[in-house]
């Protein structure tokens, strides 16, 4: 096992827009604060769009990894509870001859979903309650990697200590060609609102990658 610790620091780059979400805020912005960043989104200028940004860094895949957990701290604004649409936190990792394995991941109100091959949302289970605002919570999401079958999984996620498993089902995705930078992984934060009017933010600390 190994642990990466991913530094919150300007390294990050970000994005919205089309590529991102069905509409770009007005603002998005990345804020870092001695060892934790904010995240934080808000408004648009198209109404009835979901508004959303995200932002990513690269990092280095270790040799023969089969397993990776991506494991941080998050506290949530107040105005969460109304404006968040989704939570999103992602690993996309590409193997040695490019393929991708889209591991995405996200909070969406009650529904905890993952990404099929083609990137769409399919929901695995649903949480009591959605995430309390003004606390920390510890959020850990764990995938496993077969880069000889070419197929990747999400097979659990931990919010809080609760595990949730995803059923097999959906797990054992196939890898599409890239031309992606091989053997990396991109993690990724993305923030999506729920009305034009929104905005709300995350602080996250404690991010690794756990290698296995």
């Known amino acids: 096992m190994s642990i990466d610790a991913i530094p919150l620091n300007p390294a990050w780059k970000s994005q919205a827009g089309a590529s ?10 990345m804020e870092s604060l001695l060892d934790y960043a904010v995240f934080s989104v808000s408004g648009t200028t198209v109404p009835g769009k979901y508004a959303g940004a995200e932002w990513y860094i690269n990092r280095p895949i270790p040799s023969g990894a089969k397993a990776c957990c991506l494991s941080f701290d998050m506290e949530l604004s107040d105005s969460a509870t109304q404006y968040a649409q989704a939570l999103e936190s992602d690993c996309i990792f590409t193997d040695p001859q490019g393929y991708k394995y889209n ?6 109100g009650l529904a905890l979903e993952i990404a099929r091959q083609d990137g769409s ?26 880069f000889v079958k070419r197929v990747s999984s999400t097979v659990a996620a931990s919010l809080d200590g609760n595990l949730y498993l995803v059923p097999e089902n959906l797990q054992n995705v ?39």
Do not use: C
Not at 20 to 29: K, L
Not at 103 to 108: D, E, H, L, P
Not at 185 to 200: C, I, P, R, Y
């Open 20 to 29: 991102v979400s069905q509409a770009a805020p007005q603002e998005y912005a």
């Open 103 to 108: 591991r995405s991941f996200q909070v969406a």
């Open 121 to 146: 949302w399919v929901p695995f289970t649903t949480i009591p309650a959605k995430l309390a605002t003004s606390a920390s919570h510890r959020i850990q999401i764990f995938h496993t990697l077969d």
């Open 174 to 212: 196939g890898a599409l060609k890239s031309n992606w930078t091989p053997n990396q992984v991109l993690v990724q934060m993305q923030e999506t609102l729920t009305l034009a009017a929104g905005a709300f933010s995350e602080s996250v600390g404690n991010m690794n990658l756990i290698w296995g």
